[in-house]
């Protein structure tokens, strides 16, 4: 599981993930500070390489949160998860997968994820109120499930369903009345 200090991935959550893995094992400090720095790719790896004297596998943590630490106050963090939204070419497990890796940034109760999640999705009130009601994501992620279900299967009875927002090109047009003038008299 590299972590290259590039992409979107939180270094809390990946130190997180590292330590439950080398822990299961009983690593020594040693072979966390080898396995750790071997893990690293790209950005995270050149910034270690120009450190010195990187010598326990709490320094090197130390040095990577310091470094690739993601610090987000609760309002820019509620400003990017209201701007999120699915894409039509986008699988409804990811986007959610997508935001609840957001969620893991700051201290957003289960209420407001969810909230966040439906608001996110183009659709109609009425045709996403399936996801509503829900007590935790668990139940939550199994609503979306079958509302995706719901969806698939409603896209493929309605094969010539425009995209959202065009529903104007399918509107019958008023017929051209030419010569008005001839009623005039």
């Not at 004297?53 to 963090?77: H, M, P, R, T």
């Not at 399936?130 to 499930?145: A, P």
Request: with cysteine.
């Amino acid at each position: 599981m590299p972590f290259d200090g590039d992409s979107h991935q939180s270094i809390e959550k990946w130190i997180e993930l590292f330590e439950d893995v080398v822990n299961m094992f009983n690593l020594s400090d040693l072979h966390k500070l080898v396995f750790g720095k071997r893990s690293l790719k790209g950005k995270a790896k050149l910034n270690i390489q120009s450190e010195t004297s990187v010598n326990s596998w709490e320094k090197l943590k130390d040095l990577l949160l310091s470094e690739f630490g993601y610090s987000c106050n609760s309002a820019d963090l509620h400003e990017m998860l209201s701007k999120r939204k699915l894409k039509d070419d986008a699988s409804l497990e990811k986007y959610f997968l997508k935001m609840k890796q957001l969620f893991n940034r700051g201290n957003v109760e289960d209420a407001a994820s969810m909230h966040y999640v439906i608001n996110g999705i183009p659709d109609s009130v009425f045709r996403k109120s399936i996801s509503y009601g829900c007590q935790n994501l668990s139940e939550f992620k199994g609503k979306l499930r079958v509302y995706e279900k719901m969806r698939s299967d409603y896209d493929k009875a309605k094969p010539n369903k425009p995209k959202f927002g065009n529903e104007t090109k399918d509107r019958i047009k008023a017929p051209k009345i030419e010569n008005k003038d001839k009623f005039k008299g």
